[in-house]
């Protein structure tokens, strides 16, 4: 199993302005994903962040917006940049650990006035 | 990754069986069955997956048709603590390290 956490685990946060979220994991892991579940609404895949390379994007969502960074194998970072509060979202790290099941960390609640 | 069709909310009665359904009718044959759930504010959890076999564990039961065009998550005794999303997820590759993708899953609530 891998344990999960974020930081920070909410905050509220002025248009324009950024927030870079911290995923630390207490194993070694080879793949890390970033989610956003937007209010009322499922988990959309933001990127995939493997260790020595750049993110993978999915359709919709672009480096210059979500910024991400992957430094080594336990922790890896979000950044939500000039934020809108369309951006008011759960964002949520999670991690394949080579076994059949992907781990969650607890999310971070971002509120965008 | 094949796409899943799930009620969207349902209700159980605390100590009764939850019975939640799954239509998967586009699956191919590498794909494998996932539950997760989310309890309210907190990341999704892993419940129990399957390729062909109906598979238990201490969790919960997945019972898949023999076609594979549908599945059954079965909570035996459900409890209070068992309300939460649900999502049926049909994925290649029986590892973690493909994404997951996540459809509107089904609300469950256990009533006392």
């Known amino acids: 199993s891998a344990v999960i956490s974020q930081k920070p685990s909410r905050d509220i946060c002025q248009r324009g302005t950024s927030l870079t979220i911290q995923c630390q994991v207490d194993?070694?892991?080879?793949?890390m994903f970033w989610y956003r579940q937007q209010p009322g609404q499922s988990l959309t895949l933001i990127a995939t962040?493997?260790?020595?390379?750049?993110?993978?994007?999915e359709s919709g969502f672009v480096i210059d917006k979500f910024p991400i960074s992957r430094p080594n194998l336990t922790f890896s970072t979000l950044t939500v940049s000039n934020m809108s509060p369309e951006d008011s979202s759960i964002y949520l790290c999670?991690?394949?650990?080579?076994?059949?099941?992907?781990?969650f960390g607890p999310g971070t609640r971002l509120t965008v006035l | 990754d094949a796409k899943t069709t799930q009620p969207t909310s349902m209700d159980c009665a605390e100590g009764r069986a939850a019975n939640l359904p799954c239509n998967h009718s586009?699956?191919?044959?590498?794909?494998?069955v996932y539950w997760y759930r989310q309890i309210h504010s907190q990341g999704p959890q892993y419940i129990i997956h399957?390729?062909?076999n109906n598979e238990t564990n201490e969790m919960a039961s997945l019972i898949i048709t023999e076609d594979r065009k549908s599945s059954t998550l079965i909570l035996p005794h459900a409890t209070l603590r068992d309300t939460a999303v649900y999502y049926c997820?049909?994925?290649?590759?029986?590892?973690?390290?493909?994404?997951?993708?996540f459809g509107g899953g089904t609300r469950l609530m256990v009533k006392p």
């Open positions: 999670s991690v394949g650990t080579g076994g059949r099941e992907q781990f």
């Open positions: 399957g390729l062909k």
């Open positions: 962040a493997n260790q020595g390379s750049e993110a993978t994007y």
């Open positions: 997820i049909v994925r290649v590759a029986n590892n973690a390290g493909n994404m997951l993708t």
């Open positions: 586009t699956i191919s044959g590498n794909e494998y």
């Open positions: 194993s070694q892991v080879t793949m």
